[in-house]
């Protein structure tokens, strides 16, 4: 069924195609339509879930890690200052092996406040263990909560699906909102190998010495890596059943480009257009837009940037005192290549500023003029 | 003389807990109370460590380790998970420190409170950060030496009364007890498994490493610090029916802070505040049960 959705409902559909049974969630601007239409679908019993109206963001991932620990498929979200309050939770939710599946809103973190869009909320989680997927579309967004129920059932790890505040969150773009018949032979029911069970009493997260818990971590990096695999495999399954998909990476007319730019998120919209524009003006640019971002997809990543030219990094994020993040992390993937492309790096859009058409041009004419790459580039800051 | 409390043996010796502990005899106990079918939402406290480093585990039930203060909503969220899946026989039971009660966790408690979800809280109140060293915590009583109140600067501020803010929450069942009057708290974890929503259980159990008191007068304390006032037995029913389990003996508070190192720095007019505090607040007790 076809309907005209906000990004926020593209989340709760998600959620409510993956048949969850525990929402944990807290409200917070610009999340809040998410949880709102979850609590209408629990209350009218669209949906057979339990929703705990928590307190806190922090409350909402121990309240979703217990859920899952006692084998419930469970679900929330949350935005900015959510993410970074649960952050001690989500290294839990990781360590505990929960697969729960968590919408973030990319908003900016305060102070100043603002409600508007940046990565830097999700990108702190880095380094957690947490799956993270950027999207595009509303139509991705929801498909994505589908496919991170079933990798992180698989792997075993939590996942974060993204999407930019106001212009994904809040914009109404058309979805195909598919059979729930279909949705259920893509999706079995959550079946954890092991769950808390007074019949077969368990004990999970005690105290592990050094003897123990570097294995642990091992194993951890082992799930990651087995998820590459499993990401390609759920979205080939996906696409077999609803004929649409999306792969760990996006490359669009990278084959002959000579400079492809780089992009997660809406901004790769935009660029995709950009790119076009550019081509009909003779320009050989392409694009690599980046969707999968834990696990990296250090392989895909290798394969269509090897041959560029030229590389440019859009960032709506900033590590300070070195890059933007997808730029580092590209770079740290091309580096081992023997040949490999010089690659500048571009922040553009922090706190919601738009990234225009313009902006990308120009963005590319600076890289096409430049003969040494530079890594921190201001694009459209007021002096 | 009838048996009342259940034989067998839920916990397993060869924990890690103190020669003494309070606390692992509060576990016993409130195990015996609850049966098998029971899952426990532990957070960082002594409780972790005594439990058993892994691959061991000295409890016999289902264990959630969870964060320092997430004892209420991880049960929350498992509780959830239980009822979603049709397990609702099953008791969830939060097992907190003080600290993670009175401080850290107070949100998450407070939330889970205000919610009604179903299950029971027990705070075991060793009156300080014992796990890390004896730091005080708000729990720890007016007067009282720890690592961070040296004797210089005892704790110049009552223990927090978690018990009426509990009841406040309008819980069906909130109450007291101690370790040294095991039948009353048996009696008292049947009473909450039987109440419905949140339950409150608010546990003395004296930590003879941190009370600067000998292992062997575990027992002696935890029936002293009620014989004294200090800690009196009493059950609050949704937050209004106030009723005290034990009369008061009216023991001098100084037959109880004599036993214990963490107050020997205390001069004699301290002991006569702590024993005007406590008269006043057994007072205040005793007229929220007459007028309930």
Request: overall charge negative.
């Amino acid at each position: 069924m076809m309907k005209v959705i906000m990004g926020n409902h593209a989340l709760s559909y998600g959620a409510k195609l993956s048949r969850v049974q525990v929402i944990a969630a807290y409200p917070i601007t610009p999340q809040t339509q998410v949880v709102e239409l979850l609590s209408e679908m629990c209350a009218n019993g669209e949906l057979d879930a339990k929703f705990v109206k928590v307190e806190s963001e922090h409350s909402a991932m121990a309240a979703s890690i217990g859920a899952s620990a006692a084998g419930a498929r469970a679900f929330t979200a949350t935005s900015a200052q959510g993410l970074a309050l649960m952050h001690e939770m989500i290294h839990w939710a990781v360590g505990a092996r929960t697969p729960i599946v968590l919408g973030n809103i990319n908003r900016a973190m305060g102070p100043p406040w603002s409600i508007w869009t940046e990565q830097n909320d999700s990108l702190s989680e880095r380094d957690t263990g947490i799956m993270q997927v950027y999207c595009e579309s509303n139509q991705e967004v929801q498909d994505t909560v589908i496919q991170s129920f079933k990798v992180a059932e698989k792997v075993l790890l939590p996942c974060m699906v993204v999407l930019d505040a106001f212009y994904l969150s809040h914009t109404y773009e058309p979805v195909d909102i598919p059979e729930q018949s279909l949705v259920d032979e893509y999706l079995p029911p959550f079946d954890p190998p092991y769950k808390l069970d007074p019949d077969d009493p368990h004990t999970f997260g005690s105290l592990t010495d050094a003897k123990w818990y570097y294995e642990l971590r091992y194993k951890i990096e082992v799930a990651m890596n087995k998820a590459r695999y499993e990401w390609k495999k759920a979205n080939e399954e996906f696409e077999n059943i609803f004929d649409r998909g999306y792969g760990l990476v996006e490359d669009y007319k990278c084959e002959d480009a000579d400079l492809i730019l780089i992009t997660s998120g809406t901004i790769t919209g935009t660029a995709r257009i950009t790119v076009d524009i550019l081509r009909e003006k003779g320009k050989k640019v392409g694009l690599l837009k980046i969707r999968v971002f834990r696990p990296f997809p250090i392989d895909e990543v290798r394969d269509i940037l090897g041959s560029a030219k030229k590389v440019a990094c859009i960032d709506r994020n900033i590590s300070f005192g070195h890059s933007g993040i997808f730029f580092a992390e590209v770079k740290s993937a091309l580096y081992n290549l023997s040949n490999r492309p010089p690659i500048w790096g571009y922040i553009a859009g922090l706190g919601g500023r738009d990234v225009t058409p313009e902006s990308i041009i120009e963005i590319v004419k600076r890289t096409e003029e430049s003969d040494k790459p530079e890594e921190l580039i201001w694009i459209g800051l007021k002096r | 003389m009838r048996l009342t409390i259940p034989e067998e043996e839920i916990m397993s010796p060869g924990h890690l807990a103190c020669q003494g502990c309070g606390a692992a005899l509060a576990v016993r106990f409130v195990l015996k109370g609850l049966g098998r079918n029971t899952i426990m939402s532990i957070p960082a406290c002594c409780c972790t460590v005594i439990d058993g480093p892994f691959p061991y585990t000295a409890y016999g039930v289902p264990i959630w380790h969870t964060a320092f203060e997430t004892a209420a909503s991880a049960a929350s969220g498992i509780k959830a998970g239980l009822d979603v899946l049709g397990r609702k026989e099953t008791t969830v039971l939060a097992w907190a420190g003080d600290g993670g009660t009175f401080d850290i966790g107070i949100q998450a408690l407070s939330g889970a409170a205000e919610r009604g979800d179903d299950m029971i809280y027990v705070c075991y109140d060793n009156e300080a950060y014992m796990n890390t060293g004896i730091q005080r915590s708000s729990a720890t009583p007016y007067g009282a030496w720890t690592t961070t109140t040296p004797v210089k600067h005892p704790k110049n501020r009552p223990k927090k009364d978690i018990v009426a803010i509990m009841a406040a929450h309008r819980i069906s069942y909130t109450a007291t007890a101690s370790i040294g009057y095991p039948e009353d708290l048996i009696k008292k974890v049947k009473k909450a498994k039987e109440s419905e929503g949140t339950k409150f259980l608010h546990i003395i159990a004296p930590c003879p490493t941190g009370w600067r008191s000998r292992p062997d007068d575990t027992i002696k304390l935890a029936k002293l610090v009620v014989e004294t006032n200090i800690f009196p037995l009493f059950e609050v029913e949704n937050g209004e029916i106030w009723k005290l389990s034990k009369k008061s003996k009216g023991t001098p508070v100084i037959d109880y802070l004599k036993l214990q190192g963490r107050f020997r720095h205390l001069k004699e007019e301290d002991v006569q505040t702590i024993q005007m505090n406590v008269d006043k607040e057994y007072e205040r007790l005793l007229k929220r049960c007459e007028s309930a």
